[in-house]
């Protein structure tokens, strides 16, 4: 089979490497939404460690007899507690303080005690945007003793620091996960699904460039999920794909020779013809008697070449599309059909009036006249035609009080010199009326078949929508 070559994508621009990005990119993403909550946590608990260390410095206080220290002591407590003030308030008593000297200004007030899950995640993003030098108070019960309230103020810089410490230890963390996890999930997905993905369109690749030859089928695994399944259904296919094109090329060296068989034999049908015309003059009477049943003989033998022929030569259906009236094109079949049985027309005419559809009047024209042909030659003496409209779909019955098809012909009734019902019959009737009007995208379909007659139903688009 000629066509253009197909090749697939390098690995770089493949599904590998789009599945290996898309696992890296997911990882990281839900890195972020762990590290949001990770640093607000981190810098509560921060705060929470220098209120407990604020705590342990203020107790210096209580142990002198007047609770207070030199200024020395104090700066020193002050230094380890990393505060520049301390205030510590007792419930129902003072309140104890370490000040060095008052700040100058409190840029930001915390209350650790109001602090809630998206309240620490907004302070952490503040804290980490917020310009350099800022001095915060903070707020909140002792670690060490929850009914203490303790009151420090002290700079932002050292907890900004340790935040972007924190956050540098997170994305070092995150992105040897993304990695080890994107690697391992890579790998898995690349041998389950990639590769054998991979191996499906090879194979379809190589079975669409020559699908006649043999070695280019695809080996199906043993595998029993998804991708197993579809390894033996795409082997299945191609095999049941391979064996029609090889049925089909004989098929067709055959019909050439057919052709051209049937070519020459009609000519020595028509010599034969000639003959037993003169026969007919015979004085002989046995010849006189004889002579019609070779002439018959004959006439069907030549025929069958006609039909073979044309048959054999016609392609798709070529449609001339026209809107026109159902019940006109019937009324003309019906005047090219055999004239009337005891006083009474075979072809009838059932439809209302008006309902009209776009087809190629002169291919429905063959169909309604192969249909109606095959009843009066089976021997029917009443042909019914009626339609009706489903909204979308013109429905069509033909009917008659034939003595109905034997099973056999209904079983190949559509297929060409195997679904005849009399004999001698070539089948090609039904097979050209299946085609012209599959062609016109409706169906045709035998409904019942009995001994008081056989009723069949067409069905056609009302409007030819896309051509």
Known sequence: MMGKHLSLPPAAAGLSARLLLLTIGFVMLAEVLIYAPSIGRFR???LEERLADAHLAILALEATPNQMVDEELELELLSHAGAKM?????PGAGKLMLLAEPPDKIDATFDLRQAGFFGLIGEAFVTLQAPDGRVLRVLGPSPKDRDLLVEVVLDEAPLKTAMFDFSGRILLLSLVISLFTAMLVYYSLHRLMVRPMRRITEAMVAFREDPEDATRG?????RSDEIGVAQRELASMQQ???GALQQKTRLAALGIA???INHDLKNILATARLVSDRLADSEDPEVRRVTPTLMGAIDRAVDLCAQTLSFTREGPASLDLDRFELGDLVNDVGASLPGPVNGKAVWQNRLDPGIEVEADRQQLFRVFSNLGQNA????????DVSAGSDGERLIVHISDNGPGLPPRAREKLFQPFSGSARPGGTGLGLAIARDLIRAHGGDICLES???????FRLTL???QSGR
């Open 258 to 260: 057919v052709t051209k």
């Open 44 to 46: 509560k608990v921060y």
């Open 240 to 242: 049941g794909l391979r």
């Open 449 to 455: 078949s009995t001994g008081t007659g056989t009723r």
């Open 461 to 463: 688009p009302l409007v």
């Open 86 to 90: 301390i205030a510590l308030k007792k």
């Open 218 to 222: 695809i080996a199906p695994s043993d």
């Open 376 to 383: 009066i030659e089976a021997g029917a003496t009443e042909v």
